[in-house]
C-alpha cells in the first residue's frame, strides 16, 4: 500500500488513495496523530480514499482539533476557528486530489468526533455522512443548519466516564433537529472503541453508504 505523508495542503496528513469514490476523513482522539485511525478507516472501507489529519492543538505535547479549557469544557473561539480551518482544508484537499466532494465520509473519535460534530454543524456542505465515535454536542448553534443530505451514525458507550450517553442522546436530537438521519448504538463499553462497534459501523457504511449507490432520498450515495 502506498502512503505519501505530505505538508500541502495546510495541515500535516496522511493521504492514502482508494479505488471507490468514497473518502473517508480519519479524526484522531486527544494525544493521536494522523497515523493512528488508518488501520480502523482500512477496516471501515478498504476500498476508500484516507484523508487523515493531524490536530494543530498541542495539550501537554498530545495533539488535539481545537483547545479546551477543562475536560468536556471547550474554548468556543478556538473550536470555531479550527473548525473553518479543517474544512477548508477538506476543501483544498478535494481539490488537491481530485477527491469526489459530495463522497466524504468523516470518521472521529472522541476529540476528532466533536469537531467532526462541529463541522457538520458550522460548515454542513462538506460531509456527506460521518461515523461518530464517542461524540459530544461541541457548541448549541444560533442557528441550526440543514442536514437533510446527511446520515450520522454515533457509537456511545454506556460506561464513558467522559462522555455519558445523555451527551450522545442531546447530539442526536440536535442533529436529527437539523434534518440529519442519525443512528446511534450505544455499547456496553467506556470511553475506548470496541471491536464490535468497529464491525456495527462497517456494516452501516457498507450496506446503506455503498459508493455509487442511491439511497432512498436521492443524490445521498456517499
Ligand atoms: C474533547 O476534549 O474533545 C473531549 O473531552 C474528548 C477528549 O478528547 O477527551
Redesign the pocket.
Request: net charge positive; no cysteine; glycine share 14%.
Given at each position: 500500500m502506498l502512503t505519501f505523508p505530505v505538508l500541502a495542503p495546510d495541515l500535516i496528513h496522511e493521504f492514502i488513495p482508494g479505488s471507490s469514490e468514497r473518502t473517508l476523513l480519519l479524526l484522531h482522539?486527544?494525544g493521536g496523530s494522523e497515523r493512528d485511525l488508518i488501520p480502523l478507516g482500512r477496516e471501515l472501507d478498504p476500498t476508500a480514499t484516507l484523508l487523515s489529519p493531524r490536530g494543530q492543538v498541542l495539550e501537554n505535547g498530545m495533539p488535539?482539533f481545537f483547545r479546551?479549557l477543562a475536560?468536556?469544557v471547550?474554548d468556543l473561539d478556538d473550536l470555531k476557528k479550527r473548525t473553518h480551518e479543517l474544512a477548508d482544508f477538506v476543501v483544498g484537499s478535494t481539490r488537491h486530489y481530485k477527491l469526489a466532494a459530495n463522497r466524504i465520509v468523516a470518521v472521529g473519535y472522541?476529540?476528532g468526533a466533536?469537531i467532526a460534530a462541529s463541522m457538520l454543524l458550522l460548515r454542513p456542505e462538506i460531509l456527506r455522512a460521518a461515523i461518530l465515535f464517542?461524540a459530544?454536542v461541541p457548541f448549541a448553534p444560533d442557528k441550526l443548519p440543514h442536514l437533510s443530505l446527511v446520515r450520522v451514525w454515533i457509537g456511545a458507550g454506556n460506561e464513558d466516564p467522559?462522555?455519558p450517553p445523555s451527551e450522545a442522546q442531546r447530539l442526536v436530537q440536535l442533529l436529527r433537529s437539523a434534518g440529519a438521519d442519525v443512528t446511534i448504538r450505544f455499547l456496553n463499553a467506556a470511553?475506548g472503541l470496541t471491536n464490535s462497534e468497529i464491525e456495527i459501523a462497517r456494516e452501516w457504511l457498507g450496506t446503506k453508504w455503498r459508493p455509487g449507490e442511491s439511497s432512498n432520498r436521492n443524490q445521498k450515495a456517499t
Open positions: 482522539g486527544t488535539r479546551r475536560e468536556g471547550f472522541s476529540n466533536n464517542r459530544m467522559i462522555i470511553h
